[in-house]
């Protein structure tokens, strides 16, 4: 079992910034990287960015190339987000998940998902 615990989510303005968490833990080393996702009401859940714990370059879904970073923190099995120019549309639910495949840009590679945080953009 892994264990996702998803952290640094709240309510910024329009153009602000946040840095979500994911701390990882439990049997991380069956899992090849950890991935964040975006749930908005009424939408389906969105792949947002995802990275390998080791080696491959980080992975982003189009309508955040350039405003988010992903990166990880091996020794503490956490791996963050780094969103910048928040837009209105980016708000929702933000769930981090853990991928048991290669294919961590793939949704289906994902079996462990955290509770996710809410993230709240005021326009």
């Known amino acids: 079992q892994v264990q996702l615990v998803e952290s640094g989510g709240g309510l910024v303005q329009a153009g602000g910034s946040l840095r979500l968490s994911c701390a990882a833990s439990?049997?991380?080393?069956?899992?090849?990287?950890l991935g964040w996702f975006r749930q908005a009401p009424g939408k389906e859940r969105e792949f947002l960015a995802a990275?390998?714990?080791?080696?491959?370059?980080?992975y982003y879904g189009d309508s955040v190339k350039g405003r988010f970073t992903i990166f990880r923190d091996n020794a503490k099995n956490t791996v963050y987000l780094q969103m910048n120019h928040l837009k209105p549309e980016d708000m929702g639910v933000y769930y981090c998940?853990?991928?048991?495949?290669?294919?961590?840009?793939?949704?289906?590679?994902?079996?462990?998902w955290g509770q996710g945080t809410q993230v709240t953009v005021s326009s």
């Open positions: 439990g049997r991380t080393g069956i899992t090849y990287g």
């Open positions: 998940a853990a991928a048991m495949t290669r294919a961590i840009s793939t949704t289906s590679a994902y079996v462990y």
């Open positions: 990275i390998a714990w080791s080696g491959t370059s980080p």
